[in-house]
């Protein structure tokens, strides 16, 4: 019954939402669609979005580290 209320709330004029259950989706998951593309809003694809931003944040960290460390090395390498 939340659901129906929130749904009636946010709704854009003109459109009607469609509350669809779905198996594939566990209890307290939500995927929204639309023409213009959808949202996964189930927590476990959120967690691993989230981790694979970090690992591909940590990547990049160590790599510019990597790089700024050539460069120190290079500035004091003899002539």
């Not at 959120?46 to 940590?58: D, F, G, S, W, Y």
């Not at 050539?70 to 390498?77: E, G, I, K, N």
């Amino acid at each position: 019954m939340a659901d129906a209320r929130l749904c009636k709330c946010a709704k854009p004029r003109g459109v009607t939402p469609q509350l669809v259950g779905d198996p594939a989706i566990g209890a307290g998951g939500c995927v929204l669609q639309s023409s213009e593309g959808a949202l996964d809003g189930r927590l476990e694809v959120q967690l691993q979005a989230l981790k694979q931003a970090i690992v591909r944040t940590r990547a990049a960290r160590h790599t510019q580290g990597t790089a700024a460390g050539l460069r120190r090395d290079q500035d004091h390498a003899p002539h």
